[in-house]
């Protein structure tokens, strides 16, 4: 079985489809999402539907995390969640619009009723974090002085600079996306950051975790490039305490 761990992806659904199709999946492989399905770009709704899809199909094992906008959403529904008061504001109007909802012509109440039952179960059981040692994957990172079993939710759809700038101390590196930087952040052994912005016009990116490759489209492009970062592994990294 191979892994790929995929980051932010934002209501990109063209990208999305792109990136599928041109990974070298086979039967009984695994991807990875590491969360932000939605808001901001344009089809959230379709993003979701193609996860659905995916995982229907059955011939590849689906594995979807949680991130922030989807806790927003959550929040902002009436379930439990984060932070849903500023949903909208943080591209949730996108989403809305997507699933065809007005906030204009729905009450608040209503809204929840104009999601599909399939896409509200999605929601609301997506997996906090998941472990496939030596990874760690989780959509954004870790409180660093915390073990694991200590960790709390929020921190993991949340959390930013505090764990981005320092080291962590669980024997795991954590894949994480969350905070989008201009390439793959590579912080050797701890961390590796796979959203590279692409619903600001940069791109999606892919981790296969056995190759060591990164696969990546840009923002409109319909072709994948990829590129082996086996160097990176080409020593052993020994963890030490921050």
């Known amino acids: 079985m191979s892994s790929f761990v995929v980051g932010d992806i934002h209501g990109c659904l063209a990208e999305l489809r792109y990136l599928i199709e041109q ?66 504001s943080n591209g949730g109007q996108a989403t809305l619009a997507s699933y065809g909802i007005s906030t204009a012509t729905f009450r608040a ?10 896409h ?26 915390k073990k694991l079993d200590e960790q709390i939710e929020a921190d993991m759809f949340w959390i930013r600079n505090e764990f981005i700038r320092n080291p962590h101390n669980l ?14 952040l590579f912080d050797l052994p701890y961390k590796i950051g796979l959203d590279t912005g692409l619903v600001y016009g ?15 489209i840009r923002r409109g492009a319909k072709t994948v490039q990829q590129t082996f970062i086996s160097d990176k592994w080409n020593r052993k990294f020994k963890f030490r305490a921050p």
């Open 23 to 88: 990974l070298p999946l086979r039967h009984g492989d695994q991807v990875i999402f590491l969360g932000d399905y939605i808001d901001r770009g344009p089809d959230s709704k379709g993003v979701v539907s193609f996860l659905l899809e995916l995982r229907n199909a059955g011939n590849i094992e689906i594995v979807c995390l949680k991130g922030n906008h989807e806790d927003m959403l959550l929040g902002y529904l009436g379930f439990a969640g984060n932070h849903g008061n500023v949903f909208l």
């Open 109 to 118: 109440g209503e809204i929840t009723k104009q999601f599909p039952e399939s």
């Open 120 to 145: 509200l179960s999605f929601y609301q059981n997506l997996a906090t974090f998941y472990v496939l040692e030596p990874y760690l994957c989780v959509h954004a990172g870790i409180q660093p002085l």
């Open 171 to 184: 024997p795991l590196t954590v894949l994480f996306g969350h905070t989008p930087h201009k390439e793959v």
């Open 202 to 216: 940069n791109k999606l990116t892919c981790l296969a975790l056995e190759d060591k490759v990164i696969y990546q």
